[in-house]
Nanobody, 123 residues
């Protein structure tokens, strides 16, 4: 049962920006690695980036480095994904997830997931 709630998805033109939010229960947010993933239509889910509760230095996938930025607002138990210079190939369902491990890119190491939010980028 999902305990994370994403929001902020929608339709945007290529070159535009969106900011996704993920609200997590305090116990999860303060102790876990928080990650962002996406699943494009007809493809497997892929890692985008992650941040640990103790660090302010996120890890990014090469495919989004320089365009996407992960940040967190601890007092609000909220994780963000700022997406700039969006491309049609960024169209996907975007998920946030929590892992009890140290920062990881591996999907199977994330135990708690949100329901996802759709991002559609038009050309």
């Amino acid at each position: 049962q999902a305990q994370l709630v994403e929001s902020g998805g929608g339709l945007v033109q290529a070159g535009g920006s969106l900011r996704l939010s993920c609200v997590a229960p305090g116990l999860i947010f303060s102790r876990c690695t928080m990650g962002w993933f996406r699943q494009p239509p007809g493809k497997e889910r892929e890692f985008l980036g992650a941040i640990t509760w103790s660090s302010s230095s996120p890890l990014y996938a090469d495919s989004v480095k320089g365009r996407f930025t992960i940040s967190r607002e601890i007092i609000k138990n909220t994780l963000y994904l700022q997406m700039n210079s969006l491309k049609p190939e960024d169209t996907a369902v975007y998920y946030c997830a929590a892992s009890g491990r140290e920062i990881t890119t591996q999907e199977f190491e994330y135990e708690v997931w949100g329901q996802g939010t759709q991002v559609t980028v038009s050309s």
